[in-house]
């Protein structure tokens, strides 16, 4: 029986060995297809899942992630890539979307002025924050928006290593979403940044704009998988009712 959000959220730990057990790839993709509902900065969805199931892959994957554990036993592997250099391309999906959507006789006025308002955010918001020029323009832009801030509330993240954050802040919330996906299905997995980021591109095949977000091991937790008991500061640390 499928776990609740809680449950799975609750079940949920990173599982450095696994059993030797096959993992059914369809359901791992099924939870690859929850990971691409997650929220995603002007709904740009800067990534791409890599689902690794081919054996020689595995191995040479498993030596790029530093011979951890947590690759080496997994059945599958997942690699989540931010691609914060298709924003044009995907900018100009959400501009299709909006034609289509749009895309009737007696549009009211409220539509009229929604399909304006999201059209240009797309065809002039997006380019002045992701175009830049070796970071040069990024640097400029934000000075220029430090200045503006002083009078008014503004975006202030322009420069290229701004860009990239957001790029990774979206990533990071759709492999939230597949690990907890995977653990309402009873399926373990194991995010892990130590990983020859150069290697892995290079096994996968990954243009010069692709980065990798996380490498995560999926399979089924072995009993010395979990290598001891779950650990958290104590709530009333972290939170502030404000």
């Known amino acids: 029986m499928e776990k609740t959000v809680s449950e799975a959220i609750a079940y949920r730990r990173s599982t450095r060995i696994y059993k030797n057990e096959p993992i059914d790839t369809a359901k791992v993709k099924e939870c690859l297809i929850n990971a691409s509902l997650a929220p995603t900065s002007s709904n740009l969805q800067l990534w791409e899942f890599y689902h690794v199931t081919n054996k020689d892959k595995l191995e040479r994957l498993a030596k790029a992630c530093l011979d951890q554990n947590a690759a080496k036993t997994a059945q599958q592997l997942v690699v989540v890539v931010t691609r914060k250099d298709l924003w044009r391309k995907r900018a100009k999906a959400n501009i299709e979307f909006l034609n289509s959507v749009y895309n009737r006789e007696g549009l009211s006025e409220r539509d009229l002025k929604r399909k304006k308002m999201a059209t240009d955010y797309y065809k002039k918001l997006i380019p002045t924050i992701y175009i830049d020029f070796f970071g040069i323009l990024g640097y400029i832009k934000f000075f220029i928006f430090q200045i503006v801030g002083l009078f008014k509330p503004i975006y202030r993240q322009a420069r290229l290593s701004d860009m ?55 399979g089924i937790r072995d009993d010395k998988g979990i290598y001891g008991p779950r650990f958290r500061i104590p709530f009333k640390e972290v939170y502030f009712e404000v």
Do not use: W
């Open 164 to 218: 990239r954050i957001v790029a990774h802040k979206s990533a990071g919330l759709a492999a939230q979403n597949f690990m907890t996906s995977m653990a309402a299905i009873g399926y373990d997995t194991c995010p892990m940044e130590g990983s020859d980021t150069l290697r892995v591109k290079q096994i996968l095949k990954l243009p010069r704009g692709a980065e990798i977000n996380m490498v995560i091991g999926c």
